[in-house]
């Protein structure tokens, strides 16, 4: 976590500060003060050595910032930089920054866990709101006073690539990129310019296909993300043509009882409209004397909606959309602006918070690009998600009756991500486009949806029989009982195609000759219980536990995971989940665990060794998971296991547990298997070691392959090595699954891997016992067991096994389906 320093002439001036900052934060951000000198007849000065202990007592490689009130509180401070390890120089950075509003925006900016380059920004940014409130003009600052950014500027000149120019996702990735360097970096398209660090002064910059840019970084790093830009505009910042962009919307022969729309979504639908006023949410007006307060619930709130959009970033559709949904929250202009509204006006945090996003999407909405005037509804859509967590009556779920068409002016891309699939037919729009963020999601979710109505939009009314035609984007506004037909036939025809999809996942899974494979489903949550059931899932392989404690901002409590391990278990009627303790770190962060920074995370402090060393975690989590085992057929699996005292330790932490709740007479089940999953070399080697101690294993190919071939399946250049047909990998598969049946024990594969239908006869050679893989994959991967002999598939096993290289395994199963 990074620390804060404040250097004042005035000892009682810095305590009051850091006592501001105390009760915005709640004691999330470490603070030191150096105020004064010790004598009592001249207490105002600064002391060198009062800094260097106050530095000594925050400090953190992941940065440290220092702020000063006048002239030799600046000198105490560099001085204090030569008295220090040389080694922490380069984490310790002096603010030029105001010194109580970058204190205040400093602290909030750290408190949602940033980096240091968005916390120097936030600090040199706290005049921001008051020069623009008070209607004065900024003075440019120059570059912190700090030892890293020193260097002369670079430039770079491009043009941007993209169809769709520097739009909210590319934008995204550029502020992303920059924001993992240590440089300033400014954007220039004509006369205008952005803080390359601030995701909205980016995308208004309106850089379109074709506009040239010029690009100047100051820092240790300038070159570095100069080269890192131009890499990434030459790989078209990221975007790829969408196959829905460049579809016809107007075809030559429109009927003239035709609205013309754009086709954001395939399909056809028959139902009525929904209309969805275009409603903002009301806010209590009023003030608040307790400044402090709101600073920290509006903290607390910009915190827990960043949870909100990890999650979503990593599990939902279009996943790239939240996070840059995430870079909006941490703006630095849009969090002065809340700040100085709380402070210095007096607002409570809904009202300073909603003014600022109101603000924000006018200035969206005031571009010449339709594209950035869409982005408007990004903008409410964060406004609503923070607003949630500040004031929840002021929002509310949309309700959609069964069989809607439903219509807005715009939807969010949350509001699209959780509609009712089942009650929704269709959505219509009066703006967005195909490359809308809604398209993207309602595409999806297989939700026909027809956009960019205009002003025909206005003409709808609810309960009003339309048909869509998200295929040529129409609209059928007043169709004849004969169009109804012809849609709903057509629309029939369709969902007779899905549903023989699902009817091919239903039932066991058993090759011809009579080998049995169990078809199990990855989850994380109760929702996706129900979603893996609908599919077919004979049992959850994995439910990944993590994802709950990414939605809390705090770790839940017991209650909390037994209600949501029973809420998923009971999708599944009497059928086995396989319940994964808490697996993070790596690329799986958790901000309120304050794990330490690592120069390499995934050979790090994660998965069981973290588990196991926090017993207040683990042992919460264990008596849920018991719990919940007196009703339900509940398993328990250990993640990352190395090394048999590992195994041990965890298999008797389950043991104390239910100790524990035999003493307290709580039920439980005393058979609940356990078992570990086999995603590190170590495992693979020992597996004839740890079946003995154990129910199952399950191997996490996605991990495995990566530790394997010591390749990141993150990095681009190496990322080819991280490949299912590698010969090492396949070896590692065998020798776990003969391992296991030595002992009598059952194997399963859980990664990835487990789901590619281009695999499963290999695997069922293999003589795995149990493919656990996301809800989508099992029809088809059912389809394949119940056409494969095992004995037919035993021999493409054996002789893939031969084979040397992974390009040689591909082809030949590739030739073998064919």
């Known amino acids: 976590m990074i620390g804060l320093v404040l250097v004042s002439h005035s000892a009682a001036l810095a305590d009051g500060v850091r006592a501001l900052i105390e009760q915005m934060t709640q004691g999330r ?92 920004a936030a600090a040199r940014g706290g005049l921001a709101a008051k020069q623009g409130h008070l209607n004065t003009t900024a003075v440019e600052s120059p570059p912190p006073a700090s030892p890293v950014l020193v260097s002369e500027p670079s430039t770079l000149t491009l043009t941007v690539p993209n169809r769709l120019g520097l739009h909210a996702r590319p934008a995204a990735r550029l502020v992303t990129l920059v924001g993992q360097h240590a440089a300033q970096v400014v954007i220039r398209k004509g006369d205008r310019s952005a803080d390359g660090r601030q995701i909205n002064a980016v995308a208004l910059l309106d850089a379109r296909q074709g506009d040239s840019l010029t690009i100047t970084a100051t820092g240790v790093d300038a070159q570095a993300v100069l080269n890192a830009i131009h890499q990434l505009a030459a790989d078209n910042f990221g975007d790829r043509d969408d196959p829905t962009d460049s579809r016809p919307t107007v075809p030559h022969a429109v009927p003239a009882e035709v609205w013309v729309g754009i086709s954001a979504a395939p399909g056809i639908a028959v139902g009525q409209i929904l209309l969805l006023d275009d409603v903002h949410p009301q806010i209590p007006a009023g003030t608040s004397t307790d400044p402090a307060s709101e600073q920290t619930r509006f903290a607390d709130a910009i915190h827990s909606a960043l949870v909100e959009l990890d999650v979503l970033s990593r599990h939902a559709d279009a996943g790239a959309i939240f996070e840059a949904q995430a870079l909006m929250l941490r703006d630095d202009e849009v969090l002065s602006a809340v700040q100085s509204a709380i402070i210095e006006r007096a607002c409570s945090a809904e009202c300073a918070w909603w003014g600022a996003i109101e603000m924000l999407a006018e200035r ?13 509804a990004d903008v409410f859509d964060v406004g609503r998600r923070v607003l949630r967590q500040l004031a929840p009556e002021t929002t509310a779920a949309i309700t959609v009756p069964e069989g809607s068409i439903l219509a807005a002016p715009d939807l969010s891309p949350s509001e699209a991500a959780h509609l009712d699939r089942a009650a929704v037919r269709g959505i219509v729009t009066q703006t967005g486009g195909a490359t809308s963020h809604m398209a993207i999601i ?20 609810t309960g009003q029989t339309v048909i869509i035609d998200g295929d040529r984007g129409w609209l059928y506004p007043r169709p004849t009982p004969e169009q109804i037909i012809a849609a709903q036939w057509a629309g029939e025809q369709r969902r007779s195609e899905r549903e023989q999809q699902q009817a091919a996942g239903q039932g066991l899974a058993f090759t011809p000759d009579g080998r049995r494979v169990e078809v199990s489903a990855n989850i994380g949550s109760a929702a996706d219980a129900q979603i893996a059931a609908a599919a077919g899932a004979e049992s959850v392989g ?35 989940v396989i319940i994964r303790t808490l697996d993070v770190g790596g690329d799986k962060p958790i901000a309120y665990l304050n794990l330490p920074r690592e120069a390499n995370p995934f050979l790090g402090y994660r998965g069981v060794r973290c588990w196991l060393d926090r017993p207040e975690l683990a042992v919460t989590q264990l008596r849920a998971i018991c719990r919940a085992s007196a009703q339900h057929p509940i398993k328990v699996m250990f993640p990352m296991i190395g090394t048999l005292e590992e195994v041990q330790a965890a298999c008797q932490l389950v043991r104390d547990v239910q100790a524990q709740l035999s003493d307290e007479d709580i039920d439980y089940d005393p058979n609940m298997q356990m078992g570990i999953m086999i995603e590190v070399p170590s495992a693979a080697l020992l597996a004839q070691v740890l079946a003995a101690h154990v129910d199952f294993l399950s191997v ?23 490949s299912p047909f590698q010969p090492a990998l396949l070896r590692a598969l065998q020798q776990v699954v003969e391992a296991a049946h030595a002992h009598g024990k059952w194997a399963g594969v859980c990664g990835e891997m487990a789901g590619d239908p281009r695999l499963t006869r290999l695997l069922i050679g ?53």
């Open 29 to 120: 951000v470490p603070i030191a003060v150096a105020g004064g000198v010790d004598d009592p007849d001249n207490p105002i000065g600064t002391d060198v050595m009062k800094v260097v202990e106050a530095i000594s007592t925050v400090y953190n490689p992941d940065g440290v910032v220092v702020l000063m009130d006048l002239g030799s509180a600046l000198l105490s401070a560099e001085t204090a930089l030569e008295l220090l390890d040389p080694d922490w120089l380069p984490n310790i950075h002096l603010s030029d920054a105001p010194f109580v509003e970058g204190a205040l925006s400093a602290a909030v900016q750290a408190s949602t866990g940033s980096p240091i380059h968005h916390v120097l």
């Open 364 to 376: 969206y909405r005031a571009s010449g690009s339709e594209l950035l005037r869409g982005r408007a």
């Open 442 to 461: 309602a595409r999806g979710q297989s939700i026909p949806a027809v956009v960019g109505l205009g002003t025909a939009y206005s003409m709808l009314m």
């Open 542 to 576: 994995v439910f990944r536990t993590e994802l709950l404690f990414m939605s809390h901002a705090r770790p839940p409590t017991e209650d909390e995971q037994f209600r949501a391990y029973t809420a998923a278990a009971e999708q599944l009627h009497g059928q086995a």
């Open 700 to 722: 996490g190919t996605n991990d495995l392959t990566q530790y394997l071939l010591a390749a990141d399946r993150g990095n681009t250049h190496v990322n080819a090595l991280v």
């Open 766 to 818: 293999l003589g795995v016992d149990e493919l656990s893989m996301n809800a989508p994959a099992i029809p088809a991967v059912k389809t394949i067991i119940r056409q494969t002999n095992y004995a037919d598939a035993q021999a493409v096993a054996a002789h893939a096994l031969t084979l040397s290289t992974a390009a040689q395994v591909e082809a030949y199963l590739t030739q073998k389906e064919s």
